[in-house]
C-alpha cells in the first residue's frame, strides 16, 4: 500500500522538532559517519483509526514522545545506518498492544529523506498496532416495586430484580461497543409494557448507567368456555331475548 504523502504542515513540524537537535550535533572526524535519524511511529487500533495518548519512552524509562490525534509521534537516534535504535511503548489505558510487545526496536536506515534547509533528515517509519481492551461497566435497573424479574443481556441472564423492584450487573465490554439490556415479563401476560429493553453505548472509561423504567398491571378478560378471551366493546345483535 502506497503510503500518503507528508503535508507542508508535518514537513514543518519534522523540522521544527529537529531543529536543536541538528543544529546541536556537529560531527568530529571520528563521528562522520554517525547521523540523526528520525524515528515515525503510527499508532493505529483495529478499526484503524489512529490512536493518540501511546507514549514512547527511552532506554532510561524517560519520555521521549506522545501520539497526537493523527495517532503519530516524532522522535530521534543518533548512529550509523545499519545499526539499532531502542524504545518502549505504554499504550493509553483503554488500548493493549495487538502485535508485538512493549519493547521496540528499529533498524537505522534511510528508507527515505525529507530535504529542508538543515539538511537531509533520514526518516524511519515504525508501525503499532493496537487494541480497545474490555472494561468494566455498571449497570442499574430500577422499576416501581416489580420484584423478580430477569435481567437479560445478549440472552443471557445476568441478574434479576429484588424485593424492591431493583437490580445491578456488572459488565465487561469494549468502548463503543453497544449492550441492549431486556427486562423479561413473560412470567405474567399482565405486565405492560411488554419486556421493554435499553440500549448504551460503551464510554471511554469505566462507567455507571442507570435506566428507570415503571410497569403496570393490565386488566385481562377471563377466558369462555371455547378458550378465547371476550372481545370488549363488540354488541350483540339481533332481538334481545325478553
Same mark, same amino acid.
Given at each position: 500500500?502506497?503510503?500518503?504523502?507528508?503535508?507542508?504542515?508535518?514537513?514543518?513540524?519534522? &523540522?521544527?522538532? &529537529?531543529?536543536?537537535? &541538528?543544529?546541536?550535533?556537529?560531527?568530529?572526524?571520528?563521528?562522520?559517519?554517525?547521523?540523526?535519524?528520525?524515528?515515525?511511529?503510527?499508532?493505529?487500533?483495529?478499526?484503524?483509526?489512529? !490512536? %493518540?495518548?501511546?507514549?514512547?519512552?527511552? /532506554?532510561?524509562?524517560?519520555?521521549?514522545?506522545? +501520539?497526537?490525534?493523527?495517532? *503519530?509521534?516524532?522522535?530521534?537516534?543518533?548512529?550509523?545506518?545499519?545499526?539499532?535504535?531502542? @524504545?518502549?511503548?505504554?499504550?493509553?489505558?483503554? @488500548?493493549? #498492544?495487538?502485535?508485538?510487545?512493549?519493547?521496540?526496536?528499529?533498524?537505522? $536506515?534511510?528508507?527515505?529523506?525529507?530535504?529542508?534547509?538543515?539538511?537531509?533528515?533520514? =526518516?524511519?517509519?515504525?508501525? =503499532?498496532?493496537?487494541?480497545?481492551?474490555?472494561?468494566?461497566? !455498571?449497570?442499574? =435497573?430500577? +422499576?416501581?416495586?416489580?420484584?423478580?424479574?430477569?435481567?437479560?443481556?445478549?440472552? #443471557? %441472564? $445476568?441478574?434479576?430484580?429484588?424485593? *424492591?423492584?431493583?437490580?445491578?450487573?456488572?459488565? %465487561?465490554?469494549?468502548?463503543?461497543?453497544?449492550?441492549?439490556?431486556? &427486562?423479561?415479563?413473560?412470567?405474567?401476560?399482565?405486565?405492560? /409494557?411488554?419486556?421493554?429493553?435499553?440500549? @448504551? !453505548?460503551?464510554?471511554?472509561?469505566?462507567?455507571?448507567?442507570?435506566?428507570?423504567?415503571? @410497569?403496570?398491571?393490565?386488566?385481562?378478560?377471563?377466558?369462555?368456555?371455547?378458550?378465547?378471551?371476550?372481545? /370488549?366493546?363488540? $354488541?350483540?345483535?339481533?332481538?334481545?331475548? #325478553?
Amino acid at each position: 500500500m502506497r503510503r500518503p504523502v507528508f503535508s507542508s504542515r508535518l514537513c514543518c513540524l519534522f &523540522l521544527a522538532s &529537529l531543529l536543536g537537535v &541538528l543544529g546541536a550535533s556537529c560531527h568530529t572526524r571520528g563521528d562522520v559517519d554517525r547521523q540523526t535519524f528520525v524515528i515515525l511511529v503510527e499508532a493505529k487500533g483495529n478499526d484503524f483509526r489512529p !490512536v %493518540e495518548g501511546l507514549v514512547i519512552l527511552g /532506554p532510561g524509562g524517560a519520555e521521549i514522545g506522545r +501520539t497526537n490525534s493523527d495517532g *503519530r509521534a516524532l522522535f530521534t537516534a543518533v548512529g550509523q545506518e545499519g545499526e539499532s535504535a531502542e @524504545f518502549s511503548i505504554q499504550p493509553p489505558p483503554e @488500548f493493549l #498492544i495487538s502485535e508485538g510487545g512493549e519493547k521496540r526496536r528499529v533498524l537505522l $536506515k534511510r528508507l527515505r529523506s525529507i530535504g529542508g534547509g538543515y539538511g537531509n533528515i533520514n =526518516i524511519v517509519d515504525h508501525d =503499532i498496532k493496537l487494541r480497545k481492551r474490555n472494561l468494566p461497566y !455498571v449497570v442499574l =435497573i430500577a +422499576t416501581n416495586q416489580f420484584a423478580g424479574l430477569p435481567v437479560v443481556v445478549f440472552g #443471557i %441472564e $445476568k441478574t434479576r430484580l429484588n424485593s *424492591r423492584g431493583v437490580g445491578m450487573f456488572l459488565h %465487561e465490554g469494549k468502548p463503543g461497543d453497544e449492550i441492549t439490556v431486556t &427486562l423479561l415479563t413473560d412470567s405474567d401476560p399482565r405486565i405492560a /409494557p411488554v419486556s421493554p429493553r435499553k440500549t @448504551f !453505548v460503551l464510554a471511554n472509561e469505566p462507567t455507571q448507567y442507570f435506566w428507570r423504567t415503571a @410497569f403496570e398491571i393490565r386488566k385481562v378478560e377471563p377466558l369462555r368456555k371455547n378458550g378465547q378471551r371476550k372481545t /370488549p366493546g363488540k $354488541k350483540r345483535l339481533g332481538p334481545t331475548a #325478553i
